[in-house]
């Protein structure tokens, strides 16, 4: 085998953490290239995920939630995997960071996944990362975007659950009013106390409050 092709295995693999024989495949196929390499790969996986991904049952959620800086927009993602422990890898907790941050820059789970990296889909890099990097099918479930004159959210301690609280308007305290809010649709079965909730609403002279439980 020639220096160059080894070493181009070796950095591919490296980048990929693909076997040594799919890394040499990709390399010849690719003339030497790497970006086209890596293309080799996710295609491949993609479509050895289209076979399986009906069979695979999904059951663990993993959520993230972002707000931006004027309180005025929340994006959620929901990834599920099969398992528990591949939500606590480290590697995947920084592939769901990376996809919430992509998503701050759409409006829909389609633009989402359709969003171009180095000419790769996002959906092309869940897929690979999760047929050869973690080895367990991970699904892009929900994508959720909210506008409200100020919103707030909470994350159950394990990040399966999260709260999104809404407020026509902004008022004294309201981080703490929203948080608790928030916290208390856990409590009360995904819905908020009648009697609370119309009291902070004539209280503050608001319009609405809207939720959602994720």
Request: proline share 1%; charged share 20%.
């Amino acid at each position: 085998m020639q220096p160059t092709i080894l070493k181009n295995i070796k950095k591919l693999r490296k980048i990929t953490s693909a076997s040594v024989m799919e890394c040499k495949k990709a390399i010849i196929f690719s003339k030497g290239n790497i970006n086209l390499g890596i293309s080799y790969l996710i295609h491949k996986s993609n479509k050895q995920a289209r076979t399986t991904r009906t069979k695979t049952k999904f059951k663990i959620n993993f959520i993230l939630c972002r707000r931006n800086k004027t309180k005025t927009k929340i994006i959620a993602i929901i990834l599920s995997t099969e398992t528990d422990f591949v939500t606590k890898n480290d590697l995947f907790q920084k592939l769901s960071t990376f996809i919430l941050e992509v998503a701050c820059l759409c409006n829909n789970k389609s633009e989402l996944l359709k969003y171009k990296i180095n000419n790769l889909s996002l959906f092309q890099i869940i897929t690979y990362f999760s047929k050869s990097i973690i080895q367990e099918n991970i699904e892009f479930k929900t994508f959720v975007f909210i506008k409200s004159s100020f919103l707030n959210f909470y994350i159950y301690h394990n990040f399966n659950k999260a709260a999104i609280i809404g407020f026509s308007n902004y008022l004294p305290g309201i981080e703490y009013i929203s948080k608790y809010l928030a916290m208390q649709l856990f409590a009360n079965e995904n819905k908020i106390n009648t009697y609370v909730r119309n009291n902070i609403i004539n209280l503050f002279n608001l319009k609405h409050i809207i939720y959602k439980i994720l």
